[in-house]
């Protein structure tokens, strides 16, 4: 097996891929796989055997916070250690440019689990999924304190820049400049962004065809929580 960075070329096979070793018939776009090379393509490795990409890993970068994001190997070819090799090359990536290297790992998955503690990874935040399901009752429009970024046109960018100001508070280091940036331009309606006297507390991102959760932040202060439920009702009410 050998690892290189991943190639545009390389998209609809990793899409392959993606569907099969998560055994997820849904449809997704090529845009998934460029999006999972977005803020860190120097990062994102593709396995190949005989010129064959079997595998792949993406990871991700906010400032000085690593994150390991998607990997899969192809059924075919699991058993191998490929899926060991690919970690252990992505972390060694991250650690020369990040404070911060993590990941989420579903706990019910045992053998990834072992995988990632056996490239040196500790839990440490134990997590669980929580849904319901949304009955639309006619369009009651986002809570007035949440604008999308589609709403704020081009203040959005300037936003972004009010939103750096605080995100040391969460996690020194951490930066969302290219990642909202990234969805301003590109999903200007699924990025929701809360206000106080016109200064933003916080904000909630999601695509529903997107492997995963809801991603956002929220300043830490009093109000907090009640910044989070305007954010979630705002979500809601936009896929409803």
Avoid at 20 to 31: C, G, K, V
Avoid at 33 to 52: D, K
Avoid at 201 to 210: C, E, I, K, T
């Amino acid at each position: 097996m050998q690892l290189r960075q991943i190639q545009e070329s390389d998209f609809e096979r990793i899409i392959e891929i993606y569907s099969l070793a998560f055994e997820d018939p849904t449809s997704i776009p090529i845009e998934y796989a460029a999006n999972l090379c977005y803020t860190n393509p120097e990062g994102c490795f593709a396995a190949t055997v005989s010129g064959e990409v079997v595998g792949y890993v993406c990871s991700h970068t906010s400032g000085q916070i690593g994150y390991i994001g998607s990997l899969a190997v192809h059924p075919a070819h699991r058993g191998n250690g490929y899926g060991k090799a690919m970690t252990i090359a992505v972390r060694d990536h991250l650690a020369g440019q990040c404070e911060v290297i993590g990941l989420a790992v579903e706990p019910h998955l045992d053998r990834n689990l072992s995988l990632y503690a056996s490239c040196g990874f500790l839990p440490v935040l134990p997590s669980c999924h929580v849904s319901k399901s949304l009955a639309s009752d006619g369009s009651r429009g986002l809570p007035e304190n949440v604008h999308s970024a589609r709403q704020l046109g081009s203040k959005a960018y300037d936003v972004i820049r009010q939103i750096g100001d605080w995100t040391d508070e969460l996690l020194p280091g951490l930066d969302f400049t290219r990642d909202l940036e990234h969805f301003v331009h590109t999903y200007p309606d699924d990025l929701l962004i809360c206000f106080a006297e016109e200064k933003p507390l916080g904000f909630l991102a999601y695509q529903d065809w997107f492997r995963t959760d809801p991603w956002g932040a929220v300043r830490p202060g009093p109000n907090d929580i009640g910044v989070l439920d305007s954010l979630i009702a705002g979500m809601e009410e936009s896929s409803s």
